[in-house]
């Protein structure tokens, strides 16, 4: 039998549509394509029609008696929130670094004296299977409690083989087996281990000989991401990463200029990444770079919000004609936060992005940084039916009354599973 859902009465309903072939730039930022009391008629999981509830009610009325309906009067409807950059198979907390760093430590300072990612490396490897999956499937509850139907998920903590591949298992059974899609990304460059800090060479070789070919051939990752940064992997490691797993038909991505200038955006564009994500060091020719081979940018204001450090310039990106979209990077290092709607707010107040920009940032255009845009990331006829229904009157609300979560309802291939702020 057809599942049949309604939603209508929406004070505002955000469709973001118009952007599946290509990612919005510059002032398509701003349309967000708002339906003032907007309704949405669903089937089996897929969008048939949305326009005002006074058409879609009376042009469904007969099927009424059928429908599931969710009266969405005095709420804001978006498509449900994409998170295109995180970390979020690992295991423990790094707290005491936190304290570290707010007595005056960097985060490099740490990490080269054997912590940051290192010790979260240590603690992903002595986790089970078991414990990594419970871990992560708790993250993953979160990110749907605040909207978010589709996220990135890196490896990156296992940094060998063994546990690379644990790391991505356990992404991929989280993908079959929670509501939340989870695409993967294999980011065995995301450290050199401790133990070959002497001779990094061997394990460039170790992820593009051994590594690379293994996550490859179990089809385990869409996506290769390097860390390109002073004292960890050079443009030109970074490079032969990236080339390696083209080869093996792994998309590339970087963490790029994050902590300092290092030419990563301009290596993007160079190696035709997907996406350079961070940028908040991005020298002007990197952002031209990216805007002529059509790089998106993936920024992370709640890494810079943490680290205390200046946040990327947006504006000159989306000026610039780069697609910028929005995450959190959720990890237990720079960004321990699972809210996107808390980046959005960072978005507004200290990147300088508009609300409508933010949200265009969270939806259509993360969903191209991670290749799913055919399918969701927007309201139209033929997607899959990812919503998200905020208890605020306007979208204005939503990045004006910060730290809060405002979700009321999530519903991800046309069924609800958070209603009332709650998991059901
Ligand atoms: O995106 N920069 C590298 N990776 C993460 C942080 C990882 C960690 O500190 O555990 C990032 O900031
Ligand atoms: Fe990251």
Redesign the pocket.
Known sequence: MTARLLIKNAAQLITVSGYSDRPAIKEEMSQIGLIENGAMYIEDGIIVEVGTSTRIVEKYKELTAQTEQIDATGKVVTPGLIDP?T?LV?AGT?ENEYAMRLQGKS?MEI?EAGG??H??TRATQKASYEELFEQSRKRLDQFLLHGVTTVEAKS??GLTLEHEIKQLEVAKQLHESHPVDVISTFMGA??IPLSEKSNPETFVSKVISEMIPEVANRKLATFNDV?C?HG?FTPDQSKRILEAGKEYGLIPKI?AD??EPYSGAELAAEVGAISA??LLRASDQGIKDMADAGVMGVL?PG?AFF?MADFAQSRKMIEAGVGVALST?A?????PTLSLPFIMNLGCLKMGMTPEEVLTATTINAAHAIGCADATGSLEAGKKADITIFDVPNYLTLSYQYGMNHVDTVIKGGVPLVVGGHLL
């Open positions: 950059h970390h690992h790094r985060y990490m940051g990612i010790a979260t990156g903590y995301h450290a860390f940064e960890v963490h994050e902590i994500d961070h992370l890494t680290l990077d990890n237990p290092g720079s960004s």
